[in-house]
């Protein structure tokens, strides 16, 4: 099977409504996805292990996300690049909501949901707000930086591919009291302690990366 034909399979399976067969097929591929069978062209292979490394859940979202990120309107030029962006972001976040609602990885009102099953929220940033799990951390991460839920499923690809030792597993999906798109993800908890600008930029240097904007 090419590239064309791979994702005309997923689209097809979105548009039927995640049928049976079709929920099989998603599996089947993520399955081929997380072996390295099927190729990700979008990915380096250390991303594509870091996307894998978020689990089953983020593998078929990353995949619903990809096959509608391009599919844009008949009437798309006439929108401006922000209209554009939310534009996929719906189609992105309506084929990820049907899918999550019939495996049952979807959380309606997420804000109530999670302090009554998985522990109290601890802290809350423009990322995410965070729940105490025990031995790990739960996180409602919302598209603020993103728009699209492409780009933050990305964002936890390279996360896993660059920190493996406290990698995001996406657990599933869910709205909060706004209807606002939540992914829902858990990581281990380290108790550490504080470093200085300096020692992370001394770390991200090791790593091969440059600091471009010391403001942020």
């Known amino acids: 099977m090419n590239s064309a034909d791979f994702w005309a399979s997923v689209r ?12 099989q097929k998603l599996d089947t591929y993520a399955a081929e996805f997380i072996s390295g069978r099927l190729v990700y062209q979008r990915f380096s292979p250390q991303e594509q292990h870091g996307c894998a490394a978020g689990g089953h859940a983020n593998v078929v979202a990353s995949l619903l996300a990809g096959a509608e990120a391009g599919a844009d309107s008949e009437s798309a030029s006439a929108r401006s690049d ?43 940033g423009g990322e995410a707000k965070v729940y105490d799990h025990g031995a790990t951390l739960i996180k409602s991460i919302g598209l603020d930086y993103f728009i699209q839920p492409i780009f933050a499923l990305d964002r936890i690809a390279l996360h896993n591919a660059y920190f493996p030792e406290t990698r995001l597993t996406v657990l599933g999906f869910g709205r909060d009291s706004r209807g606002v798109f939540k992914i829902i993800a858990e990581q281990p908890f380290i108790d550490g302690q504080p470093v200085s600008d300096d020692e992370i930029d001394e770390y991200m240097h090791q790593m091969g990366f440059k600091l471009k904007n010391p403001s942020n």
């Open 12 to 23: 097809t399976v979105i548009a039927e409504g995640f049928t049976p067969e079709g929920l």
């Open 82 to 124: 922000y209209e554009r962006e939310c534009q996929r972001a719906a189609r992105q976040e309506a084929a990820i909501e049907q899918w999550a609602r019939a495996v049952g990885l979807w959380t309606d009102n997420v804000e109530q949901s999670l302090p009554l099953s998985l522990g109290e929220q601890i802290a809350e």
